[in-house]
Each structure stands twice: as structure tokens, then as C-alpha cells.
């Protein structure tokens, strides 16, 4: 499975639009890339998927360029609720359950 | 409220014992996975069934066993428990094997 390098942590305010980047050299021709986000004591809540371009819903946009090797979650106008740990995932379909450390999410009023 | 449900919420027990920790998946879902959730460990995926067969395994010691009954419920049974087996343990379900998993509340395990 692919390995993920996302950053440790990162602070931003309350309405700004948050980008966290997702490192994932190795990632496999059948690999997709899924983010979780998780509060504290609770189980992680599934945010987006993709496997190439952009993927956007009601909560994230999910930018992966065309070599695939790395992908952005994007948060448009994040509020305080936003503090979160944010995981990303890379692996065949249906086996995205490899979490690592997580980039640590805090929005500041 | 996922639609996950595990119990018990909390579980203290003390070292050497055994215990069971129950979930039941989301309506209509026949994927179940495990997690064990520590502070220094992280979120670490431990195994996986499918419809009552074991689809996939992670880090799971051999301590540890789990399975899915035919009504797809699942239990994950952690024996001879130390103290570095505290934690939360997550249990998650899918429809099929898709990547979009519905996480449980948690059954936080305190082994003294």
C-alpha cells in the first residue's frame, strides 16, 4: 500500500479556505485517495474520494494532479467546528484502511 | 449518528482477562472492520470481514480474534489483555468493500 506524508499540523482562522496536501509518491494504478476527518473520541467521519482530477461535494473539494502523486483537500471558509485531525488514505478500492498520523487542523477565531 | 453501533461504551478490565466487544453494522452493510485507536499508536486498521468471511488483516495480534455472525454483527475478542491494550477500539462497516467507511462511537478499554 502507498505510503502518506501530510503535514503534522496546521492553524488557520475562522472564514479562510484551508489546504492540506497529501503526499503519496508510490501510489498504484488502481490506488484511490480518501480523507477522514476525526474530533476527539469519535470515530473518524469519511469526507471524500477521488482518483483523478477534482471530486468536490457539499463539504471538500479534493484537487489530484494528473501524476497522481500527491492530492489537496480543500475546506472552503472553515469555522472553529473545522478543528479536527485529517486523515488521508491511499489504496485499492475498497482497502483504504491504512491511516497514518494525520495533519492536525486548528481554526482560530 | 452513523448507524454503527458498539458496545459496550466503556470496558475496564485488569490484566490477563478476556473480553468481547460487540458492533453492529449500518442496515444493509456487509463489510465490518476493526480498529485500535491509542495515544501512541495512532488509528491502526486491524481486520476486516466481508458477509461473515475475513477479507482482510492488518496489525492484529494473535491475542486478539474477531468474527461476523450471519446476521453481520461482529464481535472482536481480546485475550491474556495487557496494559498497553488500553484504548479505543472503532469498528466501522461499509456497504460491500466500498472505501467509504461508517465509523462506531467507540468502546474505550481501560486494562489496570
Known amino acids: 500500500l502507498a505510503k502518506t506524508t501530510q503535514p503534522i499540523s496546521m492553524d488557520s482562522y475562522e472564514g479562510q479556505e484551508v489546504n492540506i496536501t497529501c503526499s503519496h509518491n508510490n501510489i498504484a494504478t488502481n490506488d484511490y485517495i480518501t480523507w477522514y476527518q476525526q474530533f476527539p473520541s469519535q470515530g473518524p467521519r469519511f469526507i471524500i474520494q477521488?482518483?483523478?482530477t477534482k471530486v468536490t461535494n457539499e463539504v471538500a473539494s479534493l484537487f489530484i494532479p494528473a501524476d497522481r502523486k500527491s492530492s489537496t483537500l480543500s475546506l472552503p471558509r472553515v469555522s472553529l467546528s473545522d478543528t479536527a485531525v485529517y486523515y488521508c488514505l491511499v489504496g485499492p478500492y475498497g482497502q483504504n484502511f491504512v491511516f497514518g498520523p494525520g495533519t492536525r487542523l486548528s481554526v482560530l477565531p | 449518528d452513523s448507524g454503527v453501533t458498539q458496545t459496550p461504551k466503556h470496558l475496564i478490565t485488569a490484566t490477563g482477562q478476556r473480553v468481547t466487544l460487540r458492533c453492529s453494522p449500518r442496515?444493509?452493510?456487509?463489510?465490518v472492520y476493526w480498529y485500535q485507536q491509542s495515544l501512541d499508536q495512532g488509528l491502526q486498521f486491524l481486520i476486516q470481514?466481508?458477509?461473515?468471511?475475513?477479507?482482510a488483516k492488518g496489525n492484529i495480534l494473535e491475542r486478539f480474534s474477531a468474527q461476523q455472525f450471519p446476521d453481520l454483527h461482529s464481535e472482536l475478542n481480546l485475550s491474556s489483555l495487557e496494559l498497553g491494550d488500553s484504548a479505543l477500539y472503532f469498528c466501522?462497516?461499509?456497504?460491500?468493500?466500498?472505501?467509504?467507511?461508517?465509523f462506531g462511537p467507540g468502546t474505550r478499554l481501560t486494562v489496570l
Open positions: 477521488g482518483y483523478k
Open positions: 466501522a462497516s461499509s456497504l460491500g468493500g466500498r472505501n467509504e467507511q461508517f
Open positions: 442496515s444493509g452493510d456487509l463489510s
Open positions: 470481514y466481508y458477509n461473515g468471511e475475513e477479507r
